[in-house]
């Protein structure tokens, strides 16, 4: 019904930048807010950086001044730009989205695939 579709991950020095993308297709009546969220394996996925629908942003401390989130509203596109990367930052990076399908439906989870970044030292 919907789908989230990310895409820009891959594989990057250490101090080099990569683009994230995620697209929101299928029965959308509004989205509220949209994360990106990364994990490794073996490890709990964490939040990376969030942004409403207003474009009120967060993001995690480890993150701060190098990531920057945005968002599309006619295309239902969340976007991560990830400056400065670090070794620590390479994860499986996932996107997540509350989506209402209708105006009379409540808030629905959505998640992404998930695209691997990799930053080498």
């Known amino acids: 019904q919907v789908q989230l579709v990310e895409s820009g991950g891959g594989l990057v020095q250490a101090g080099g930048s990569l683009r994230l993308s995620c697209a929101a297709s299928g029965t959308i009546f509004s989205i509220n807010r949209m994360d990106w969220y990364r994990q490794a394996p073996g490890k709990q996925r964490e939040l990376v950086a969030a942004?409403?629908?207003?474009?009120?942003?967060n993001y995690a401390d480890s993150v701060k001044g190098r990531f920057t989130i945005s968002r599309t509203k006619a295309n239902n596109t969340v976007y991560l730009q990830m400056n400065s990367l670090k070794p620590e930052d390479t994860d499986v990076y996932y996107c997540?989205?509350?989506?209402?399908?209708?105006?009379?439906?409540?808030?629905?989870?959505?998640w992404g695939q998930g695209t691997q970044v990799t930053v080498s030292s």
């Open positions: 942004i409403t629908s207003g474009g009120t942003t």
């Open positions: 997540n989205a509350d989506v209402r399908v209708s105006a009379w439906s409540g808030l629905r989870e959505y």
